[in-house]
């Protein structure tokens, strides 16, 4: 089998952005009845539709799947239709028409969890991006706004419940013990944010008045017995609501606003239109069941969902390259909600982890791509770090740039302009131009480049002159996808430190932050007045999602580490110090140079003593950088190398300072659980205590006093993080005794799943094969496969990366197997498969040919068709 023929067979076509054309009909007001039955589900859908332009092109309307019953113009039946696979086109001379079309499809069938699916005995939707073809003939394409009116007939006993977008305009009863609802949608729409669900729940509701006086109503829907889980949801979106009235002056339209909870879903949650529907783990939670990280995300994502409905939802994308206009913003408006309401240092910390530990990784793989894509062959392959994370830095930039009084200027021009419309990332960056009289020409380029800049960084000290002057070079790499680079604007946040980290004045008026604006490919930038050598501290809070290239001593990250006053900055040289050592440790057969290993502990012993005040920094400062972190400054992975370095400076830690961490450990008490800062900075510092203490004489009983005491799942799992860390023989008994207590809470039992699943024992493949064969195991359940087979893929990574091969090839096996079942699911578990260019050759090769198996299966779903074939190409 050659890679060529695997791949190049029934190639699906690559769209491109520059293809764009205006519609060639407009749907402006929809009118659709839906018959709900698990296999035989009707949908009648009447739609007002005008001709764009002079023109006599027929009408094309997208399907996928559906079984068509009947097609009628101004209510005629015709048959002059044509139907393909994946379209309908009708030709009809008139510019303005009813057209009627009936269809039926099969929710029961549906594994793909797109279009109108069942999910346990709920019938619920995704449409975005391309799903509403599924459930309809249809203009499928975020440009085509229309109102909609939705009627839905269901058995009245199971499904008490039925629910879409807008409000409730009438009711009734049907034959056979069926009934019926409508709801109207008064905002134009595009078709990717409809939405219907039908099931039987039970309802928690709220009430929030608007800053303008008027009342919404706030419904959640969760499955029977989970009402008492709902209370922080309907919390958080009480505060998103009064947080962008208060942020932006943007107030919620409709009279009520809806969540629906359920536990078969593609991702987090989809923002329909006053119907928001959810994964059940990004909305349940109590403290016996729930994590604060937990409770952290179901706020930043209610919240996101929430957001969107102004940005997103009342203006939206032209087309789907367009995404991060609505993903990049949005996710920088939750990223801002999530600092105000927690900890702005925590907050800011996971978002860069994740764009070093897996944005990065994008970039220099072969699905790399800028934020807004130029060619998509699956657009749902196109939710990703780079479109959402890096298209929130992006928007940071702006921010950083504008400020923030210049940035709101820009969004209230934004919505000025632009409510009701669907738009580009262009029309975006106009809005923050014109309204601020700025030249944005040459920082757009963020848009159509892809790639992670570096820039590098030299410093000159010029004692006598009492000049400091920093040397900033900067380039980006080719990518897959883009051969030549040019230069970009790149904000750097800067600050001088003395010895005692306090700040030097950068200018006469005192200033001791500036913003650089580096344009060029080399710049330099000088300082006067500066009468020691200062410690630099650039691109503070990450102010450009860029790699650096510095020499610093590690006397001065050290400095930084233990005197600055920027919490961020002292994490960063924290992580700087780590990353060094270890590095170094990768590239001497695993072992640290003694006075290295020396300078850290000191440097730990000191931050123990003087403690920050906030302890869930002090937590993270503890926490040396994760294997991805790792690994993305090698030029090829040494996995093992990595591994057991890494290894060795935390037992280099658990060993030297375990007075210290005791002491901290035994400091951070909480009397009952609340998601209250304080108390959760103490969970997070003594966790990561307990983490290294299970090293110890003492590891076994703090571990099980720990279990015994903990009334919240936070420390329950803390417990058992760090029992596995150090494979303290008790691991196998705790868990054990978690999964009698909790086998029938689907949320909590995926824990138990992922626990297991990212075990790095030598035994880790007949484990999982335990795992899969486990009653409680499902093909079909996403939250499940994603705490299995996704924990293991990413997180697992002596597992993973088993030079006998077994770990590539049992996650390509659950990749082939899922291929036919959810491809959206089996395409998101390619990821560390297709990264196969970064290591040694030995694994290249075993790599490549899971990849080539993959390839090779027919029927390939273009999901996984598009990422297979640019990894084999790469
Ligand atoms: N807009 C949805 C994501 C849809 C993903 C489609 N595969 C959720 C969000 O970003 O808010
Ligand atoms: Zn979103």
Redesign the pocket.
């Known amino acids: 089998m050659s890679d060529e023929r695997s791949v190049t067979s029934n190639a699906p076509i690559a769209k491109k952005r520059s293809d764009y054309q205006v519609p060639d009909f407009f749907i402006e007001q929809v009118d659709m009845t839906f018959w709900l039955e698990p296999s035989e589900t009707r949908v009648l859908t009447k739609s007002k539709v005008r001709r764009n332009g002079d023109h006599q092109r027929p009408l094309v309307l997208d399907g996928d799947d559906l079984e068509l019953l009947k097609v009628s113009i101004n209510g005629i039946g015709i048959n002059t239709y044509q139907c393909s696979e994946k379209q309908l086109s009708i030709a009809y001379d008139a510019n303005e028409f009813e057209l009627e079309i009936e269809t039926q499809i099969n929710p029961a069938s549906n594994t793909s969890l797109?279009g109108l699916y069942l999910s346990n005995n709920t019938f619920s939707t995704?449409c975005?991006?391309e799903?509403f073809r599924k459930i309809t003939y249809f203009l499928d394409r975020p440009d085509v706004l229309a109102t909609y009116q939705v009627t839905v007939h269901a058995d009245k006993q199971k499904y008490p419940y039925l629910l879409s977008n807008g409000n409730c305009i009438a009711k009734g009863e049907g034959d056979n013990g069926t009934h019926w609802v409508t709801w109207q949608d008064p905002f134009k729409k595009p078709c990717?944010l409809f939405a219907l669900v039908a099931g039987d729940f039970d309802l928690v509701e709220d009430k929030f008045v608007t800053q303008s006086g008027r009342t919404i109503d706030l419904q959640f829907f969760v499955d029977k017995g989970n009402a008492s889980r709902a209370g922080h949801a309907v919390e958080s979106l009480k505060k998103a609501m009064r947080w962008d009235e208060e942020t932006f002056g943007l107030e919620y339209d409709l009279d009520i606003y809806m969540v629906v909870a359920v536990d078969f879903f593609?991702?987090?949650?989809?923002?329909n239109k006053g119907l928001n529907i959810f994964n059940s783990k990004c909305v349940l939670a109590d403290p016996e069941s729930a994590t604060d990280e937990d409770y952290f995300n179901i706020e930043s994502?209610i919240g996101?969902?929430y957001f969107?409905n102004w940005t997103?939802n009342r203006v939206t994308c032209r087309d789907w390259f367009q995404?991060s206009l609505?993903?990049g913003l949005?996710?920088f408006r939750d990223q801002q909600f999530s600092s105000d309401m927690s900890s702005p240092v925590t907050t800011r910390i996971s978002q860069v982890k994740l764009i070093k530990e897996r944005q990065f990784a994008e970039d220099s793989g072969p699905m790399s791509h800028p934020i807004r894509p130029d060619e998509v062959i699956e657009?749902?392959n196109f939710?990703t770090v780079t479109v959402?994370d890096k298209g929130a830095e992006v928007i940071r930039m702006m921010h950083t740039m504008l400020g923030k009084d210049g940035f709101r200027r820009g969004m209230d021009l934004y919505f000025e302009r632009h409510d009701g419309q669907a738009v580009t990332c262009d029309d975006f960056v106009n809005a923050m131009q014109d309204a601020n009289n700025v030249d944005m020409s040459l920082f757009r380029r963020w848009y159509g480049q892809s790639g992670t800049p570096e820039v590098s960084v030299k410093e000159i000290y010029d004692a006598e002159q009492q000049i400091y002057r920093i040397e900033l070079s900067q380039h980006t790499p080719k990518t897959a996808d883009q051969a030549h680079k040019q230069v970009l604007h790149i904000p750097v946040d800067m600050m001088l430190l003395n010895a005692r980290g306090e700040a030097e004045a950068l200018d006469q008026d005192g200033n001791t932050s500036t913003v650089l604006d580096l344009c060029e490919s080399k710049q330099s930038f000088e300082f006067h007045g500066i009468k020691e050598k200062p410690v630099l501290d650039i691109f503070r809070s990450f102010s450009a999602p860029v790699k650096v290239h510095f020499e610093q001593s590690t006397q001065d990250m050290a400095a930084i580490m233990l005197h600055a006053r920027d919490d961020f900055s002292r994490w960063e040289a924290s992580q700087s110090l780590f990353t060094n050592a270890i590095l170094d440790g990768v590239k001497h057969q695993g072992v640290i140079a003694d006075n290295k290993i020396a300078f850290i502990l000191d440097c730990l012993q000191q931050l123990l003593q003087n403690k920050p005040d906030d302890f869930a920094l002090l937590g993270e400062m503890l926490s040396v950088p994760s294997y991805d972190s790792l690994a993305q400054k090698m030029a090829v992975v040494d996995v093992e190398g990595i591994l057991a370095s890494r290894q060795l400076m935390q037992d280099s830690i658990a060993d030297a300072l375990v007075d210290e961490l005791h002491a901290a450990y035994s400091l951070c008490r909480n009397d009952g659980y609340a998601y209250q800062q304080e108390q959760i900075a103490n969970r997070r510092l003594s966790n990561v205590c307990l983490t290294y203490l299970a090293k110890g004489q003492q590891g076994e009983s703090l571990l099980l006093q720990q279990f015994e005491r903990s009334d919240n799942m936070t420390d329950t799992l803390g417990v058992l993080k760090a029992a596995r860390r150090y494979n303290v023989p008790v691991f196998e008994k705790l868990m054990s005794q978690f999964e009698s207590k909790w086998h029938d809470d689907v949320l909590v039992l995926d824990k138990w799943f992922s626990l297991h699943a990212g075990a790095e024992t030598d035994d880790i493949l007949a484990k999982l094969d335990l795992l899969t064969a486990h009653a409680h195991y499902s093909n079909s359940n996403p939250n499940r496969i994603r705490a299995v087979v996704g924990t293991f893929a990413f997180f697992n990574t002596s597992g993973f990366h088993n030079m006998n091969g077994s770990g590539y090839r049992y996650v390509a096996d659950a990749i082939i197997q899922l291929n036919r079942i959810n491809p959206?699911v089996a395409s998101r578990l390619i990821t560390p498969l297709s990264e196969w260019q970064r290591y040694g050759e030995d694994r290249q090769d075993l790599m490549k040919g899971e990849l080539l198996r993959i390839a090779d299966q027919p029927h390939l779903s273009p999901d996984l068709y598009e990422k297979v074939s640019k990894a084999l190409h790469f």
């Open positions: 797109e995704q975005e991006a799903g990717y593609n991702m987090g949650a989809m923002e994502i996101h969902e969107h997103g995404l609505k993903e949005t996710v657009m749902n939710y959402y959206q």
